[in-house]
């Protein structure tokens, strides 16, 4: 039997139980407010506790924008941020990164030294997924696993990631594209820094501009200030939408936060449905 998404979200990321007893009490009514593959978003006759938005994309007119969204719902605002662009301390090597193909930009990253995180990394992670997804997940920089295998999201927060995408009927390969902020792992699992995350951007920037997604998930606050070119808090960049090279974002915790912070994972359920209102509403 096909579960709605909603509920097979919830069963994913094992938080079923705590929302079946809410729903007992009658606080949080659950309802199918995810599409049915081909099939629009509908949004729940009773507002859940989770604010669901019909979210307004900048592009088209405001009247077009308002015909969209459903009556007494209030959309997030949306920002515009322009992060810093890359800095021009290699012209050259900025240039020669946002000329290329797939193929050079897997050769690139493998021989990059344009930051002190090649001298431990095993392998530089490119990324996965389709080349012309219409979503980009992006998430910090490869784990242990990661530099192991070649591949973003392979370990521990990787499998979360897998049954966030599935519960919201995505699947890593087919309509989604996983990359990181950083190619190269951070040793001891540390932050990259700031010079670390500018020196890899121009990768990030190609990857984008060969891609070409709908829609940006910034996963954790490294992707999210990135992208954003906030530096708030994750609790005040969720729930908005920005736009990065002109394409619609949505922030959430970084899968790893949700595994340390289990009930939080509901949070995980509202933006990824924001996510999708967007997606639908573009
Ligand atoms: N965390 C990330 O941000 N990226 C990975 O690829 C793995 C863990
Ligand atoms: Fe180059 Fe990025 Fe790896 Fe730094 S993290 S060495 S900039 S590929």
Known sequence: ???????NYLREMELWPFFESQQRRGDVPIVSVLAEPGKRAQTPATAPRTHVVEAPYQQ???AAAASRREPGVRPPPTQVHTPPAS???DPARLARI????????????????ACVLCKQR????LGV???DAPWLFLGEGPGAEEDEVGEPFVGPAGKLLDAMLAATGLQRGREVYIVNTVKCRPPG?????????EACAP????QIDLIKPKLIVALGKIAATRVTGAESSMAALRGQLYTYRSIPVVATYHPAYYLRTPPDKVKGWEDLMLARKTMAGL
């Open 122 to 125: 095993k392998q530089a992670v």
């Open 1 to 7: 039997m096909n579960l709605p998404y909603d509920e």
């Open 203 to 206: 990768y990030l920037e190609r």
């Open 98 to 113: 946002a000329q290329l193909d797939w193929e050079g930009l897997k050769a690139d990253v493998a021989s990059c030294t």
């Open 60 to 62: 088209g007119t405001p």
């Open 87 to 89: 800095m021009p301390a």
């Open 189 to 197: 699992n540390r932050n990259p820094s700031a010079e670390e995350v």
């Open 129 to 131: 997924g389709a080349i």
